[in-house]
């Protein structure tokens, strides 16, 4: 394994201000060496949001990030 999301979620804005937009919901992925994916979707769908976690740029709200078969989560580091 190269990459694995677990249950990613990322949200921007506020609740208490009515202005809360979930822009990751529950997202569970993995990307094996080797392999190639596509990320494709409208915008505004979060596609470049989902880059920067993958690339550590972002840290989810919730969920786990692993690298390389690390058990050590990439948000502990």
């Known amino acids: 394994m ?3 999301l677990n249950n990613i979620s990322k949200h921007y804005g506020s ?3 009515g202005t809360l937009r979930t822009v990751l919901d529950g997202l569970t992925l ?3 060496e080797g392999e190639s994916i ?3 979707g409208p915008s505004g769908s979060g596609k470049t949001t989902l ?3 993958m690339g ?3 840290r989810p ?3 786990e990030v692993f690298f390389r078969n690390s058990s050590k ?3 502990d580091i």
Do not use: P, Y
């Open 2 to 4: 190269l990459i694995k």
């Open 38 to 40: 596509a990320i494709l």
């Open 51 to 53: 880059l920067n976690i």
């Open 30 to 32: 993995e990307i094996r």
């Open 56 to 58: 550590t740029l972002d």
């Open 73 to 75: 989560e990439i948000n």
């Open 15 to 17: 609740e208490s201000e």
């Open 61 to 63: 709200d919730s969920g």
